[in-house]
């Protein structure tokens, strides 16, 4: 087992160029199994409800109120996103969902998915450290995104974090790993035993190595511009989720 009292960020498979196009869908759908297992679209959807309860748009309010505005930054295969779409769905609230990534095999994926269970969801490529991703002047009610940030160098994670921050009108929610010799053990494992790819076999335990601790994604948000200070126009928290997560959301202040 690794020394992970600090991070050691090393090159994912996934993240190359030049990876083959069947290996990469193989690892997105193996990916997704370990989404599904350990909940990343419900982390996602406990913040994305409530706000819909408070906005008045989950059906219960005024008719013609507009659905929720969701981005999921750095999508993958659309898993979680649509994942969400299937939530919101069952629980009669009204999303319009914009999915980006910049990957076009994950995009590609991605439209199969949605297509497979029938999601309306509005597909886009883009790089998610470019400020303009999406649409220069677009702005979300949420923008929400899952196991992506252990990818950036810290920089590139407040560069991220003060982008999205800045672009989500109401309500910013981050989920990823979090860095431990438990989480290592079991990304080990869980990998093993949930996906037969080579790529999600190497990746996992170097995601969690690469992954930032609560206290560190913390300071990251501070750097951002998004901590508890009197002028950060975001209240934000970063607490533990099961198996060896965190969730950051960092809520617009009235």
């Known amino acids: 087992m690794p020394a992970l009292a600090s991070r050691r960020r090393r090159p994912e498979l996934m993240d190359q160029p030049d990876l083959e196009v069947g290996r ?5 759908d193996g990916l997704a199994r370990l989404n599904a297992w350990s909940g990343s679209a419900a982390l996602v959807w406990r913040p994305l409800r409530r706000l819909a309860w408070e906005l008045g748009r989950d059906g219960l309010g005024e008719p013609t109120a507009r659905p929720l505005r969701v981005l999921d ?5 659309g898993d979680v996103t649509v994942a969400l779409w299937g939530r919101a769905r069952r629980a009669g609230v009204r999303l319009r969902l914009t999915a980006l990534d910049g990957s076009p095999v994950a995009l590609e994926r991605a439209a199969e998915r949605c297509r497979h269970a029938g999601a309306e969801v509005e ?11 999406g649409g220069a002047d677009r702005t979300w009610d949420a923008v929400v995104c899952s196991t992506f940030l252990h990818h950036l160098d810290e920089d590139e994670a407040v560069a991220f974090l003060r982008t999205w921050g800045e672009r989500a009108r109401r309500l910013l929610v981050v989920n990823d790993l979090e ?3 438990a989480g290592w053990a ?15 076999h190497v990746d996992g335990p170097r995601s969690v ?5 609560r ?11 998004l901590g ?12 533990r989720r099961f198996p060896f997560r965190w969730l950051l959301t960092a809520r617009r202040r009235a």
Do not use: I, K, M, N
């Not at 990469?24 to 997105?28: D, F, I, T």
């Not at 597909?123 to 991703?133: K, S």
């Not at 079991?186 to 999600?200: I, M, Q």
């Not at 508890?228 to 607490?239: C, G, I, K, N």
């Open 73 to 77: 930054v750095a999508c993958g295969s």
């Open 179 to 181: 860095r431990s010799r």
């Open 209 to 213: 190595e690469g992954a930032f601790t």
């Open 123 to 133: 597909l886009v490529h883009g790089d998610a450290l470019d400020p303009a991703a």
């Open 228 to 239: 508890a200070e009197q002028d950060s126009p975001l209240d934000v928290r970063v607490d």
């Open 24 to 28: 990469h869908r193989r690892a997105l």
């Open 186 to 200: 079991l990304a080990v494992a869980a990998c093993r035993l949930l996906t037969t790819s080579d790529v999600v």
């Open 215 to 225: 206290a560190e994604v913390a300071a990251l948000a501070r750097r951002a511009g």
